[in-house]
């Protein structure tokens, strides 16, 4: 069986381009390049636009989790969790061991012979540090599993060692490997074939499920309203390549349809903590257009702290990244690797995409391509925002400068807004 | 016109018996003298300072009787503007009470913007001149709409990068006193528009006002304390050669009030102690730059009430020396004596100063280890309710580091 070619699973989001339908981004991009068409992404509108956003679901968060653990259990015959050791893979592990619901297999993905110079320092949290949450922020927690939970399978993964296999002979359709994340380890970190107890298992005939704990919801306020949307940054960190196997399934743990009041459970207690008299005050941080990095990454850390309760929140972990293209999560590869085949053929994919892709579709930073645009789902609305409160200078005339076309649903009603 | 402002309550050094102004001829000195280098941020008055009791008034009244002090102190005030939360809320504190502001004057090096600004979408480091457009104008025009008699002004030190002296040699590093970047000795000279020259000479008493900074908090064995560091201390460039009429003034890290950092932190102390709060102090955490930025986002909505959070803001850089937001210098000047001479003296520090002094990434030096203040003891704090079943920590202990605190006026020197 050919182990290339993305899984055909629309619940991980997938791309039209005029009646063609993409899994791989970069594919649908440069198709839509070719005919001249706008891509779209589709992240299980119908399923969502179902739901009721508005109303809170009942049940304990830690329940919903418990649930979903559940519905995948009876699902697959084998799960493997996908770990980094943050609060989204980590709460995903918990919430399968700490109910009693058995765990396959937990993997790490570390790049053994990428490692010289760059790991080992705790007082550096850049994402040029990245390797080092190995050592702070994921053994413990594997070490944890295996002591409390020595059924699961713990497997560390060298992928350095699958990348050198392909120095002589990787070309540029490296690409193709990838959904978005166009590092030059991506495709290889994540591959379900590299090692030989993975492939006996593909051929084993077994159902299994490959899960990513991602992620936590994204929500902003527009016109005094709260919505949730998906972006497909996000939805594409997993590498959901299969190539003629049927029996593997990637799965979002928050993120899915068959179980989305887990999602709508985690936007109404975000936006409940923001709407205490004592916190409104903090809204700013999820406005529209929201083009700060920074607030955005303060955000994710009060969701965190609001949606993960079992998760130690002072885990070590590095920043992120800033870009797709040259991450500086990559250090590691820059440094240890810049004079092979493997380096080469990292920008010629680069430099590949940079010319088959239209320029409106990337993303810029000081007028170089970063990386490929991220696509919105529709905004889901969740419920009313009391007024803001007015300041002596209203200084956001640059929002005028990155409007966007968007689509809200709310009282089962669609909706174009420009903000 | 060399010759650092000889004023202790910017903070100094000492190295022995040896007093410096300036930190890169102290760690030079050390390092010669094989000695050790303490930084000195007005210790003897913050020790006297109650720092467990919150002082009653408004923190906005506070702010308004530190811009009547000031105004009773200076003939002249010129606030550096940035358009970020420090220093619009130190210009509120003189405009929204009807206290005269002479002047505020913006910095950018107009000559250096090619290819490197103006786009809204980009918000890292190294689209800082941006901050130009989306948030200072707009408070620019606002003064000038409202405030007519409060001079605008906005220096293009480029000019002066290509003009000045320090172009010459490495010696630039000692007109600036943590921030090496290629444009920071030039960027906040008190001389660098004939307008400022005239001023200096004038013989009025001049104060040159600094949005620094928001409050350092800590939390150590379930108490909170307040510190403050040599770095955020140091921005200011207090170069005034020989003119004894130009005085430093930071607004808000003064000995001279010091109820505004006092008011500061416990608003926030009171913030984070509450129940619905208390799961966010790991944030509160000056190592992580992420939660060290999260915590400042917080802290500046408790703290500073009237300025717009919303305003456009770029990343924090990482580093000194290779300073994200110099990314105009590197790029529209990479061939260019200047940057030449920038790259030396970055190495005539690492030549001169002893290793242990710098911080590194991965092993290279990108900037002065920083100095911290003691301690002070604000209060107790809450007890948490436990999160995390795996208490994911050791990672601490591989970056430890020795503090001195102060409570209940005893010094105990602690590791955290």
């Not at chain 1, 009646?19 to 198709?31: L, T």
């Not at chain 1, 699958?162 to 002589?168: A, H, P, R, T, V």
């Not at chain 2, 000995?255 to 009171?270: A, C, T």
């Amino acid at each position: 069986m050919t182990i290339h070619g993305v899984e055909k699973n629309p619940k991980l989001g997938y791309y039209k381009v005029a009646n063609e339908i993409f899994y791989s981004k970069p594919e649908a991009y440069i198709y839509a390049t070719q005919t001249n068409n706008s891509p779209t992404w589709h992240f299980n509108e119908i399923e969502f636009a179902k739901c009721k956003w508005n109303i809170e679901p009942e049940s304990d968060i830690r329940e919903l989790y418990r649930l979903r653990a559940q519905q995948l259990r009876d699902r697959y015959d084998w799960i493997r969790l996908e770990c980094s050791g943050g609060g989204d893979s980590t709460t995903t592990a918990f919430a399968f061991l700490l109910n009693g619901i058995h765990l396959d297999e937990v993997i790490f993905r570390y790049p053994k012979k990428g490692e010289t110079g760059v790991t080992g320092d705790a007082s550096n949290t850049r994402p040029e540090n990245t390797l080092s949450e190995f050592q702070f922020a994921a053994q413990p927690l594997l070490h944890w599993i295996k002591t409390n939970f020595p059924d699961t399978v713990v497997r560390i993964h060298d992928f350095s060692e699958n990348m050198l296999e392909e120095e002589k002979t990787r070309d540029e359709s490296w690409i193709y490997q990838t959904r978005h994340w166009f590092q030059p380890a991506h495709a290889d970190k994540y591959n379900q074939f590299n090692l030989k107890e993975h492939r006996d298992l593909a051929d084993s005939g077994k159902s299994i499920c490959v899960l990513t704990g991602i992620d936590k919801p994204r929500l902003t306020i527009i016109n005094d309203e709260w919505y949730c949307y998906f972006l497909d940054v996000q939805a594409n960190s997993a590498h959901p390549i299969v190539g003629d196997y049927t029996n593997i399934t990637n799965e979002y743990f928050f993120w899915t349809p068959d179980l989305p009041e887990i999602v709508v459970k985690q936007c109404h207690m975000i936006q409940q903590w923001f709407e205490m008299p004592q916190n409104q005050h903090l809204r700013y941080l999820l406005k529209w257009p929201n083009t700060s990095t920074a607030m955005r990454t303060s955000y994710e850390h009060i969701a965190k702290s609001i949606i993960y309760p079992d998760y130690d929140l002072t885990t070590w972990q590095t920043s992120k990244p800033t870009n797709s293209f040259y991450n500086e999560m990559d250090t590691w590869f820059y440094r240890n690797l810049q004079d092979s085949n493997l380096y080469r053929a990292w920008e010629a994919g680069l430099k590949y995409i940079v010319d088959k892709v239209d320029r409106k579709f990337f993303d810029y930073e000081n007028k170089i391509p970063v990386g490929l645009k991220s696509n919105l789902s529709p905004f889901y609305y969740i419920g009313a925002a009391s007024p803001a409160t007015q300041t002596v200078i209203q200084n956001n005339e640059y929002t005028n400068k990155s409007t966007k076309t968007l689509y809200v649903i709310k009282d089962r009603k669609l909706k174009t807004i420009i903000r | 016109m060399h010759g650092i402002e000889q004023n202790p309550k910017l903070g100094y050094y000492k190295v022995g018996d040896q007093t410096f102004y300036s930190k890169p001829e102290a760690l030079i000195y050390a390092t010669d003298t094989d000695q050790l280098v303490a930084w000195h941020f007005n210790p003897g008055t913050y020790a006297k300072v109650n720092w467990t009791e919150e002082p009653e008034s408004d923190i906005r009244e506070l702010y308004r009787l530190r811009a009547v002090q000031l105004r009773d102190r200076y003939d002249y005030i010129r606030v550096e503007a940035s358009g970020g939360g420090d220093s619009t809320t130190a210009i509120f504190a003189f405009l929204l009470n009807g206290i005269h502001l002479d002047e505020v004057v913006f910095r950018y090096p107009k000559q250096g913007e090619k290819g490197v600004s103006a786009d809204p979408f980009t918000t890292s480091a190294t689209n800082t001149l941006s901050e130009w457009d989306y948030a200072a104008k707009p408070l620019l025009d606002w003064i000038k709409t409202h405030h007519p008699a409060v001079k605008i002004t906005v220096h293009d030190y480029s000019e002066n990068m290509q003009e000045s002296e320090i172009a010459k040699d490495e010696s630039w590093v000692f007109t600036t006193r943590d921030w090496f970047q290629p444009g920071h000795g030039t960027k906040h000279t008190h001389f660098g528009t004939s307008e400022h020259k005239d001023l200096a000479e004038s013989g009025k008493s001049i104060c040159v006002l600094y949005g620094v900074d928001k409050p350092k908090v800590a939390i150590i064995d379930d108490g909170w304390y307040a510190y403050f560091i040599d770095l955020y201390a140091n921005h200011p460039n207090p170069i005034v050669g020989d003119n004894t009429n130009i005085t430093t003034e930071l607004f808000y890290w003064t000995p001279d009030f010091p109820e505004i950092s006092v008011k500061q932190v416990h608003m926030i102390r009171q913030w984070f102690n509450m129940p619905q709060n208390s799961h966010l102090r790991h944030l509160v955490n000056e190592q992580d730059p992420n939660k060290r930025t999260a915590y400042e986002f917080i802290a500046k909505s408790i703290i500073y009430p009237d300025y717009d959070l919303a305003t456009w803001q770029t990343s924090k850089p990482t580093n000194s020396f290779y300073n994200e937001m110099d990314y105009w210098f590197y790029t529209n000047f990479k061939d260019t004596h200047l940057y030449d001479t920038w790259e030396r003296g970055l190495q005539f520090l690492v030549d001169k100063i002893d290793k242990k002094y710098f911080y590194k990434h991965f092993e290279k030096p990108v900037g002065l280890v920083l100095n911290r203040s003691p301690y002070y003891y604000i209060g107790p704090a809450e007890q948490q309710v436990t999160s995390g079943i795996i208490k994911n920590r050791d990672y601490l202990q591989a970056s430890a580091k020795s503090i001195v605190t102060i409570k209940d006026k005893r010094i105990e020197k602690k590791t955290i």
